[in-house]
């Protein structure tokens, strides 16, 4: 599923109306999904409160004001602006509502069951303010559920910022496509469950805009997901190759596990000789072997069956671990670099992109205190959590998996998926090294880079929703059989249709 920015919506309006279908009949059928959203949430007559501006996005409050009017329910509608100076599509749906359309106050949203907010939407560019600010606020204030329609006022549907502030709603109808503030923090939370209707824009307008941002679902990567075949064996699986840490030994086996669980054929650790003892006690398929500081870990690159590598969990942001992620980077494998393999380039990141660019199949996974050490122009940006993802792609070469709630994955030439799949409960000691072993796992079977990182996020997210509450990382490779189980069935039904 394609996520559209505000200005790829408008383009895809404008080709609509190119091709003779004109802005009334998308806006009747937008006012439809929103009065049969409304429907869903209100008790047969009860008494709704459409909140319209002067835009389009009030335009589709007029049309779902005269639809419920129709259908039996009581209706007040309010205007925060001039209604002479409505759009004129908007005027034109204003028009056929014959009720009163009275100032925006807190004695007349009373009574009212249900809030539509429709005062902005995509055409919101600038700060909520003045009237609209007010409006806003006895909207949140008010014990109505709120149904917002496209996106809750206030939100920027581009990057789910709120600017000024903004309506929370219990619900949020949009169109056609699903936007980035739909999923991005904390869009998403002021939306509510969130809600698609198509209105009869045409999914061909989409190759002519050229989107680059989806929604990260398998439909974005499960064609190239790694299903094991019949005439498979563990060598035609792949071999990841995991630097172990010295102190924090928990966690480069967390990752270990997880590629293993991913499907990848074998999976060596590579453990200090003062710690080797304990990864041995601590793994049973995991091939754990000796590995003494830079040369040990490159005679484990010796071997080039090891096509995928990790660097980073537990290893210490020293310089001892930039030579690992060196050395990973220069063996022109796969490479994934987490957690202190980024921190320890933190001084000179422009090594680490120049060689990124290189080996072109690499996958960095910052948290945002890692982000805004390595991209450290990027620190501080306005920009939104997408773009900042996508900005850091292009400047090191490699692709950047952003994680958070709303995880942003992007590559160098600017494709880029959002998660939001991950409860909160994902957010826990370890669970990051887990992470970077499922993308390890996807890499050494040959999985490219965007994807491998996109199923990861999905599958760790879904992991974490089978587990519940109470989680902890090391539920979590065990967590990936039924996920891995569903990817598996979906493959085996493509195949047979
Ligand atoms: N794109 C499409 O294909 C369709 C769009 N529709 C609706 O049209 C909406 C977009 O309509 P518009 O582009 O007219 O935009 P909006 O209705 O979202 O708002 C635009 C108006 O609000 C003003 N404004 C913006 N920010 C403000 C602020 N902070 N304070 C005060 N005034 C502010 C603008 O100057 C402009 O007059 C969509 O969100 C959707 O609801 C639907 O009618 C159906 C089809
Ligand atoms: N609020 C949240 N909701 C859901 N997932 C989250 C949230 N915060 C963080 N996460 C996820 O939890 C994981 C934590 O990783 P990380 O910060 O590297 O922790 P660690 O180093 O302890 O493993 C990441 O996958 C991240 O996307
Ligand atoms: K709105």
Known sequence: MELLTTEEMNRADALTAASGRPVGELMLAAGQAVRDSAVDMLPDGACVYVLCGTGNNGGDGFVAARLLQESGYRVRVGIVGDRGSMRPDAAAAAALWHGPVERVSADRLEGASLIVDALFGAGLARDVQGAALEAVRLVNRSTARVLAVDVPSGVDGTTGEVRGEAVQADATITFFRLK?????????????????????????VLDAIGSRA??????LWGSCFPVPGAGGHKYSRGHALIAGGSTMTGAARLAARAALRTGAGLVTLGAPPAVLPIYQAALEAVIVLPMDGRGGFADLLLDDRRNAVLVGPGA?????????AWLALESSRSVVLDADALTSFADEPEHLFSRNKQNGNV??????????????GLRGSSRSKLERARAAAEASGSVVLLKGADTVIAAPDGRAAISDNAPPWLATAGSGDVLAGIITGLLA???PAFEAAAAAAWMHGEAAREIGPGLIAEDLPDALRPVLARLYGAAARAQST
């Open 180 to 204: 980035p503030g739909h999923v991005l923090l904390p869009g998403r939370e002021l939306c509510g469950r969130v809600r698609l209707a198509q209105i009869g824009i045409e999914p061909g």
């Open 214 to 219: 989806w929604l990260n679902r398998p439909s």
């Open 316 to 324: 210490g942001a020293d310089f001892a671990t930039r030579e690992l």
């Open 363 to 376: 996958v960095l996974t910052p948290h945002e205190g890692e982000f805004n050490r390595v991209f450290r």
């Open 445 to 447: 079977q040959g999985m």
